[in-house]
């Protein structure tokens, strides 16, 4: 790891440190050269609304601790990728405020070796919604296609099992750190892809997850993705999010219809009255994508 790298990921992992504040103090410093002296000491307070914040990221800075845990990464498979690396996801850094870093355990070569769609919906998946993955998934893989889903319950975890059942390759995006995969039910599942496929975050390994960090993860699902489809979905339901991402990253949006009388068709059969492709089979996806 380079000392431009390892500085800008320590900055990371600094307390309260948003994407706009580390925007400023590399337009300020783009080296990051005078990240540990007076100089940075001095920009801090204007970026920091509270003493207590200021307080704890000037804690972080100077923290031998985060720089040692930093480099033990890799002892545990972790790749820590910047927006300034060439194995960061070139349709991700295309979108707003992509991540400054991301955390990958599995074959980073997945990030830009295809063609992906982000698979997502309910976390209450009916029978309906998995027999149309297990319909769609086998031809998408066929023809290279990985899948990129959440690690989340129902349709998130049926279409990476679907990618690794036929011998396909599948993305997970997780909300919070690689150290604690949630739900507790996935994690069987997420530790067998950190192996054979591939885990991402944007956020440093040890950050528990919290509720706002699942819907904002969303936003990396579709900006790494050709293509968002959505199986199964209530009206108000987080991967409508995510498909609201894809629309305006200018990304294409397919969704799989479903009963009137059914909750879980009601996401779905809005966001096709709202113009997203109605998709009954595979080739409706392939058609878009390969010709």
């Keep these: 790891m380079n000392e431009f790298n390892m500085r800008l990921i320590h900055l990371h992992h600094c ?56 480099r033990q990464y890799s002892t545990n498979g972790i790749r820590t990728i910047t927006i300034f690396d060439e194995e960061y996801p070139r349709l991700l850094k295309e979108t707003y405020q992509p991540p400054w870093v991301i955390y990958a355990k599995g074959d980073i070569g997945l990030l830009n070796r295809g063609t992906n769609l982000a698979v997502v919906g309910s976390r209450q998946a009916t029978e309906y919604g998995e027999k149309a993955i297990q319909y769609m998934v086998p031809k998408l893989i066929e023809k290279g296609i990985i899948i990129v889903s959440g690690l989340a319950a129902g349709i998130d975890a049926i279409a990476h099992k679907e990618a690794i059942k036929n011998k396909g390759k599948t993305i997970g995006v997780i909300a919070g750190g690689l150290f604690h995969i949630y739900p507790q039910a996935n994690r069987k599942l997420a530790y067998e892809m950190m192996k054979n496929q591939l885990v991402i975050s944007e956020y440093p390994p040890d950050t528990r997850p919290s509720r706002w960090h699942f819907p904002i993860r969303n936003r990396i699902i579709s900006g790494i993705s050709r293509g968002t489809l959505i199986i199964q979905a209530k009206s108000k339901s987080g991967s409508l999010i995510t498909a609201n991402y894809a629309v305006q990253e200018g990304r294409d949006v397919f969704a799989v219809p479903g009963n009137i009388f059914s909750p879980f068709s009601g996401g779905t059969n809005e966001l096709i009255q709202q113009g997203a492709k109605l998709v009954k089979s595979a080739e409706d996806i392939l058609e878009e994508f390969l010709y």
Excluded: V
């Design 15 to 70: 307390r309260g440190m948003s994407w706009k504040m580390i925007y400023y103090i590399l337009k300020k410093d783009p080296q990051l050269k005078f990240m540990y002296n007076d100089a940075m000491r001095r920009m801090m307070p204007q970026i920091f609304t509270t003493l207590d914040s200021l307080s704890n990221a000037l804690q972080d800075l100077h923290s031998d601790r985060i720089q040692k845990q930093i």
